[in-house]
């Protein structure tokens, strides 16, 4: 589906969108780049290396960025030499834990490189939420393939976080267009002047006059966000959030998500349970003339503390087929009913009120 510059496929299967990871790395001609939060070598991880290598050896530059933690089993290992040997430079995003603990063998969840990025040839470019696992072939993730302008801004980007793994200050030179009209690569980090993103989704649930519409496996919102999305529902904007009905992750993050549907429920707030497979989507539609894919997640640690890309459009087609996936979805989920969940025994209750000391932390 063409826009003015940039045209898409969204891929409601991490199977799907991987046998076209894999056709499109096949025909690089110059460049295969690579940004990973999580990279397992199993079959379909095992098949990228291999395309990799048989291109490398073509003569195509291939780089592979990988998060320490998210990758941890690949940490310490002789994957980076094995790989060089076949033509592939690896970097590790080795942040284990913020630098002053100075314990590098500890993993921690902050200051990770959370993006997910393919760009092959800087003219067609991956993102979304898939990560490179066999065990999460069967998820329900959303991912995008699109070429254009704002394949470039994608490059670019994957430069950027390649130097700063490097250790270099010195920021590669932006491309004179990046981007069109209608869509954009939008990044978040850490610093507090560079949560581009956090603050575009903020402004865009503000402005929200008909729906939102979200899907993300992990909920634990700072507070202006959940202000926003109260704000939203008590001024008529139909807000629609949709969770798995258990995630991947360790139990906080489920009681965290818990914590806060008491709130939003009175605030008109409806919340969906994905039932069966695992829902890691991370999108956001708003009014079918916003729309947003990519590696964010609405709780802290994404929010605040990690480093996240999207792509960001207005383009209403896309906007309308990102709605008709999530409409879809939420036929497949139950939605939370105020009273019954209200009128729950105390004892289910108490995780959820010990959880409200640290979720600002998950």
């Known amino acids: 589906m063409p826009s003015s510059s940039t045209s898409w496929t969204l891929y409601p299967s991490n199977h799907e969108a991987w046998e076209a990871m894999l056709a499109d790395c096949a025909r690089a001609t110059t460049s295969i780049d690579l940004e990973q939060f999580i990279f397992v070598k199993d079959d379909f991880g095992q098949r990228l290396i291999d395309i990799c290598s048989e291109r490398a050896k073509a003569g195509v530059k291939v780089r592979f960025l990988w998060?320490?933690?998210?990758?941890?089993?690949?940490w310490g290992s002789s994957i980076a030499a094995e790989l060089k040997e076949?033509?592939?430079?690896?970097?590790?995003?080795?942040?284990?834990i913020p630098g002053y603990f100075n314990l590098p063998s500890i993993r921690s969840w902050f200051l990770r490189n959370h993006r997910r990025a393919l760009i092959i040839d800087e003219k067609v470019g991956y993102t979304g939420s898939i990560c490179i696992q066999d065990a999460m072939k069967n998820w329900r993730d959303t991912n995008v393939r699109l070429e254009g302008a704002v394949v470039r801004s994608m490059a670019y980007e994957f430069n950027?976080?390649?130097?700063?793994?490097?250790?270099?200050?010195?920021?590669?030179?932006?491309?004179?267009?990046?981007?069109?009209?209608?869509f954009s690569y939008i990044t978040n980090s850490p610093s507090p002047r560079k949560r581009h993103l956090y603050r575009t989704v903020?402004?865009?649930?503000?402005?929200?006059?008909?729906?939102?519409?979200?899907?993300?496996?992990?909920?634990?919102p700072t507070h202006r966000l959940l202000r926003a999305l109260k704000r939203a529902a008590h001024r008529g904007v139909d807000v629609r959030i949709l969770l798995p009905e258990k995630s991947?992750?360790?139990?906080a993050l489920d009681l965290g998500a818990r914590s806060y549907f008491q709130t939003l429920l009175e605030s008109g707030v409806?919340?969906?349970?994905?039932e069966g497979n695992i829902v890691h989507s991370k999108t956001i539609v708003i009014d079918d003339t916003w729309a947003s894919v990519g590696s964010m997640n609405f709780d802290s640690v994404s929010l605040l503390y990690n480093y996240e890309a999207n792509i960001v459009t207005s383009n209403n087609r896309f906007a309308e087929e990102l709605s008709s996936h999530f409409a879809t979805d939420i036929g497949s989920a139950t939605e939370v009913n105020l009273s019954t969940w209200h009128n729950r025994f105390f004892i289910e209750k108490i995780p959820e009120m010990l959880i409200k000391v640290v979720r600002r932390f998950l």
């Open 270 to 274: 409806h919340i969906f349970l994905y």
């Open 202 to 220: 903020l402004s865009a649930i503000r402005t929200a006059t008909k729906h939102i519409y979200i899907t993300t496996p992990y909920f634990v």
């Open 248 to 251: 991947d992750h360790y139990p």
């Open 67 to 74: 998060d320490a933690a998210g990758s941890f089993s690949f």
């Open 86 to 96: 076949q033509g592939i430079e690896l970097i590790f995003w080795k942040t284990l």
């Open 160 to 182: 950027s976080m390649w130097s700063k793994a490097q250790g270099s200050s010195q920021p590669p030179t932006p491309p004179a267009t990046h981007s069109d009209a209608e």
